[in-house]
């Protein structure tokens, strides 16, 4: 019969057709096959990290720098960017989602039978947690139906990737595992397979039926069962595929291929990388070129919105301008230029800072991205509004004096740094700083106070300018715990605090007085929280007496009392007096009060006095009560 030309052409374009469609699943295929390895490397590492690490991992040559990152930020949901490193993002999962749901999510996106270490490392990353922790919690876990063992529990996957073969009629079997006939037909030759003698050669048989594309798992069990009859175990088959990892691959939603769907994927992943030239780079050819000047850094308005982009996506996080500058402006540590470029584009950033807010250092934010308290005084370090006191006679208590009324010991004492706080502090170079503290110091020894440690804080009142970046008001810094992990902290210089040390100060017992050191790192953003069980004499509190200071301040909060009453109901607890620094501490546990005021009182009256160091209280001198001496030094209000 002859073929008209409009049939042939319809014919053609039939085939063009599916000659494209076929290449778009090839395409499909060989990027899933790429997700998974790059997800399975990252999940063997453990850890953030680098393109050149990963790819070592996954031990595949044909797969260049250039193309895994094109694949990973072509899939946003399945990897992220972390300081220059890779990371998976089931790793920032919620931490406070039950850790069975978290655990089958894993396992899920995995896509394979998961190793046990592997799934206890993944959970202690998740939560935050130790790894060992994991060890009993996991395999108790894992023996829910849901999942099957592999190896002795070894590997674990999930039963619903297993042909379910409790129905009693095949249409129900097929119903109850999400299977259909028309599923079924396209391997209808499968009946013929030897399940008996070599299961493991049908079932390659079987995949490759699939004409390079992966096989559900459950259709391949389903003529296994027919073939072996009551002989049929989907775990042992499953078991036996696993077991050839260099043939078999499994990937996500219980699908096998083989080798050669891998082999038509590394043809895809060399034409996609031919096109990439990011991370690549050229041969030296035989002849040395002449060396062209390096060209500075130029910031075009297409570059501009990238960067806008790129930082708005990393939403509460920090950016350092390194990682912009090798993610986005594809200028590496290599150049030539890197160094004057780093220069370049920080300067850029501070110019358009209503798109890029500096943190210190090399480090940016998008805007309205940093916690909404900071700027803030937290209410219970204000100092409280007192109303007037007077004695039976009239005579007004709480009255605040000129230094010229203070001693020199006295004033001495005020000007310690440790004596000092947020809001009641001193010019830096008044300030009378410890040994050892200084801007240049490695580290300096800090001494933490109850109020701090309530929120949180710490005031920069005892941190020398310059220790810390000086600039801009807000800076971000890295704080390292005892166990390496960095947490991010807020330096504030507006409101004279460091905000976001509360999980720091969880394992410290002592409520007033611990000593901890602060150590700078390499990295000007980057510090070491170090903390020995040591405490401050003036500072510390006992347990004991905390809870006596925290009843009389509840005594204190029902009904108007007088400063002076609090330092005459301390010192005499303190029969041989204290330190004007102890002294300062507990009346500050029992309400906020300034170091002038409470000098102010000890120097006001004379059953207050000071011998060697040592505040007393004279109970028969306070009918004497104020020193009228120190009249003429009472600040008017």
């Known amino acids: 019969m002859a073929i008209t030309k409009s049939a ?15 290449q778009t699943a090839v395409e499909g295929l060989a990027q899933e096959i790429l997700v998974t390895l790059l997800h399975r490397a990252l999940v063997r590492l453990g850890e953030p990290s680098r393109i050149s690490e990963i790819l070592r991992e996954v031990g595949d040559e044909s797969i260049t720098p250039g ?52 799934t206890c490392a993944e959970l202690a990353t998740i939560y935050g947690r130790a790894r060992e922790y994991f060890d009993d919690t996991a395999t108790r876990l894992l023996r829910d139906p849901r999942y099957f063992p592999l190896d002795n529990g070894a590997f674990h996957g999930l039963r619903s990737w297993l042909l379910d073969t409790s129905a009693e009629r095949d249409d129900d079997v097929l119903f109850y595992n999400y299977l259909s006939r028309e599923a079924l037909e396209p391997f209808k030759a499968a009946t013929k397979l030897d399940w008996v003698s070599d299961p493991l050669q049908a079932a390659r048989e079987f995949i490759v039926m699939g004409d390079g594309q992966p096989v559900d798992n459950r259709l391949l069990q389903w003529y296994a069962w027919k073939g072996l009859k009551d002989d049929f175990d989907p775990i042992t088959l499953y078991q036996m595929i696993h077991a050839e990892s ?88 290599g150049s030539r230029t890197f160094d004057a470029d780093l220069q370049t584009l920080s300067a850029f950033l501070k110019e358009h800072s209503d798109d890029f807010v500096w943190v210190g250092t090399d480090r940016f934010r998008a805007p309205g991205t940093t916690p909404p308290y900071l700027g803030q005084l937290p209410e219970s370090l204000t100092f409280p ?25 006295l004033i001495e004492e005020m000007l310690d740094s440790v004596a000092q706080d947020v809001n009641d502090q001193e010019d830096q170079a008044r300030t009378r700083w410890p040994e050892g503290v200084s801007a240049t110091a490695s580290s300096i020894r800090l001494v933490l106070k109850a109020h ?83 405490t401050d004499n003036g500072v510390f509190v006992s347990p004991h007496r905390y809870d006596e200071l ?88």
């Not at 694949?71 to 989602?97: C, G, N, S």
């Not at 994927?265 to 990439?276: D, M, T, V």
């Open 550 to 637: 925290t009843d009389y301040r509840n005594e204190v909060e029902n009904g108007p009392v007088s400063t002076y009453d609090i330092v005459r109901k301390i010192l005499d607890h303190y029969r041989k007096g204290c330190s004007f620094l102890t002294l300062l501490t507990e009346v500050n546990l029992v309400r906020r009060t300034s170091r002038r005021l409470l000098a102010s009182v000890l120097s006001g009256y004379t059953a207050f006095h000071e011998r060697a160091n040592r505040w007393t209280f004279d109970p028969k001198k306070e009918p004497e009560g104020f020193d009228r001496r120190k009249a003429g030094y009472i600040i008017k209000k």
């Open 67 to 118: 193309l895994a990152r094109h694949i990973m930020e072509a899939h946003p949901r399945r990897f992220a960017a972390v300081d220059r490193r890779w990371d998976i993002t089931e790793r920032y999962l919620d931490k406070q989602a039950p850790v069975s749901r978290t655990l089958q999510e894993i396992v899920t996106l995995y896509g394979a039978a998961m190793p046990l270490d592997e």
């Open 246 to 333: 260099l043939e078999f691959t499994a990937l996500p939603d219980h699908r096998w291929i083989i080798g050669d769907s891998v082999d038509a994927a590394r043809a895809y992943w060399q034409s996609i990388a031919g096109q990439l030239s990011e991370f690549v780079e050229e041969a030296p050819s035989a002849e040395p070129a002449v060396e062209q000047p390096a060209k500075p850094l130029e910031i075009t308005d297409n570059d501009y919105a990238e960067l806008r982009t790129y930082v708005a996506g990393r939403e509460d996080e920090f950016v350092t301008v390194p990682d912009l500058l090798s993610n986005v402006l594809e200028v590496g540590p």
């Open 385 to 409: 509004e007192l109303p007037r006191f007077e004695t039976a006679d009239g005579e007004i208590l709480d009255q605040m004096l000129a230094d010229a009324a203070f001693d020199d010991a």
């Open 452 to 534: 701090h440690k309530e929120i949180g804080t710490f005031p920069l009142a005892q941190i020398p300018r310059g220790f810390l970046p000086a600039e801009p008001n807000i800076v971000e810094l890295t704080v390292n715990d005892a166990a390496g992990e960095g947490h991010s902290v807020f330096v504030d210089y507006n409101v004279q605090l460091i905000y976001g040390l509360f999980e720091f100060y969880a394992d410290i017992t002592a409520e007033c007085g611990a000593v901890f050191r602060l150590e700078k790192t390499d990295n000007p953003a980057v510090y070491n929280f170090k903390y020995g069980n040591e």
């Open 8 to 22: 042939e052409k319809k014919t053609t374009g039939k085939k063009a057709a599916a000659s494209a469609e076929s």
